[in-house]
């Protein structure tokens, strides 16, 4: 059993940056750990995700949309995946969600994902 804590959300400026945390309990190695959004009305949208299949090797995805902006990253030793957010637009303005998933590599598909969180809301102020 894995269980997700989110943290890290909050308003911020168009061309700002957030940095989400996602603390996990339970053992999460060699699963993807992904971020997801949602707004009202919507469906969930990936945004990254992030496999560490060795101590040293990890594979990271993330959507066209958020490339070149955003940065997924882990620490093992914490058990925590973090979603580094620059160059914020009023379009990133969602619910953020962190999940795992047990086995799999349609990193994309949020209906592959075993575990979520709560979700952390993202406000971009234009």
């Known amino acids: 059993q894995v269980q997700l804590v989110e943290s890290g959300g909050g308003l911020v400026q168009a061309g700002g940056s957030l940095r989400l945390s996602c603390a996990a309990s339970g053992r999460t190695f060699n699963m993807y750990m992904g971020w997801f959004r949602q707004a009202p009305g919507k469906e969930r949208e990936f945004v990254a995700a992030i496999l560490a299949f060795s101590w040293s090797g990890e594979r990271t995805h993330y959507a066209d949309s958020v490339k070149g902006r955003f940065t997924i990253s882990r620490d093992s030793a914490k058990n925590t995946v973090y979603l580094q957010m620059n160059s914020l637009k009023p379009e990133d303005t969602d619910v953020y969600f962190c999940?795992?998933?047990?086995?799999?590599?349609?990193?994309?598909?949020?209906?592959?994902?075993?575990?979520w969180g709560q979700g952390t809301q993202v406000t971009v102020s234009s």
């Open positions: 999940a795992a998933m047990r086995s799999g590599s349609n990193y994309a598909a949020s209906h592959e994902y075993d575990y």
